[in-house]
């Protein structure tokens, strides 16, 4: 289990205004909002909970993962921003915002990335399972620091990213990953766009050309969960260290409703029902019982 530290009974609530909404690709969108509270205090891999502000239709608040933070003239975190795809009642709603309209949000939540020494990083990704990932590759790189207490780059880090859609119109942020320093390698299912086939191919491939350099490579991945599944396990078998990011639909995102829960195995060798809000998202893929 990763441990950074964050706590829902720390999480800031309140209304934010949208700063930005624009369309990345097909379906997805990038939604940018103003606040500092949370901006100085979110880490890669962490998650807010959204509401659509007055309005009851949906009820529930949805999560949406950290794309990444903007600095302010200062180089003070002033801005969060989201990237989501359009898929039900919240985000179809969304997509129709304009600057000045306001959302309810509470966050930080959830445990974001463990920092790990390995000296590649390896982001395998799923749809829109590629939102935590911007962060995480440039905070890995040194490109910025995030949450209060800055946690160190990887030095000379290396960060490849695999990242698979059904098709290229679905494919979002590409520049804001290449000026990143991060190297990309697209698949999409219909062979529109990079390699014609899935996302675990590219992971093959990476995994093969380092055989010799495993001890210094670490995988990340977030996704539809049989991609996940096949993520782990490529991972096991290669004996490099993997942390997934698991989307289990959540109701209130702190703990509380126990909607949540996933399949953690636990060191004795049982397994136990986790709460992917506070003890997830992100967990050890060995521990995760995906079957
Ligand atoms: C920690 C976390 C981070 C997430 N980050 C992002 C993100 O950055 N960007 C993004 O676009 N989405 C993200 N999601 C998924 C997002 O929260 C859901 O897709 C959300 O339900 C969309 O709300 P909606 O009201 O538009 O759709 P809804 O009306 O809630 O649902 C639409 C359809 O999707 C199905 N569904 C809902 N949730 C899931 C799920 N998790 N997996 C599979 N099917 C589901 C429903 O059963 C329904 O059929 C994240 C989920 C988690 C748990
Ligand atoms: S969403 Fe309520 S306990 Fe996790």
Not at 5 to 20: F, I, K, L, N
Request: glycine content about 10%; some cysteine.
């Amino acid at each position: 289990m990763t441990a950074a530290a964050c706590y829902a009974d720390r999480a800031w609530h309140g209304a934010v205004a949208v700063v930005e909404n624009v369309r990345l690709a097909r379906d997805t969108y990038r939604v940018r909002f103003e606040c500092p509270e949370l901006a100085r205090r979110i880490v890669p891999g962490q998650f807010v909970m959204l509401r659509l502000a007055g309005q009851n239709d949906p009820l529930l608040g949805r999560p949406l993962a950290l794309y990444d933070v903007v600095l302010d003239a200062d180089g003070t975190p002033r801005d969060v921003d989201l990237v989501y795809l359009v898929m039900g009642k919240l985000t179809g709603k969304l997509s129709h915002f304009v600057p000045g309209q306001l959302l309810e949000v509470w966050g930080p939540l959830g445990n974001g990335f463990a920092p790990r020494a390995a000296e590649h990083l390896i982001m395998v990704a799923g749809g829109i399972g590629q939102t935590p990932f911007l962060a995480l590759a440039k905070e890995y790189l040194g490109r910025q620091r995030y949450g209060e207490s800055a946690r160190p780059a990887a030095p000379g880090g290396r960060v490849t990213f695999c990242y698979g859609t059904r098709s290229r119109d679905y494919l979002a942020g590409l520049d804001d990953f290449k000026q990143a320093g991060v190297e990309l390698r697209v698949s999409t299912d219909d062979g529109s766009a990079g390699h014609h086939g899935l996302v675990t191919d590219l992971l093959k491939q990476c995994l093969e050309e380092n055989a010799t350099r495993r001890h210094a490579c670490g995988v990340v991945c977030c996704g539809p969960e049989p991609m996940m599944a096949a993520v782990a396990e490529m991972t096991r078998q290669a004996r490099v260290p993997c942390q997934v990011s698991l989307e289990t639909p959540m109701a209130c995102g702190i703990g509380i409703c126990f909607s949540c829960v996933a399949r953690v195995r636990d060191d004795a060798g049982g397994w136990d029902y986790r709460r992917t809000c506070v003890e997830g998202p992100v967990f050890d893929a060995r521990a995760v019982a995906f079957d």
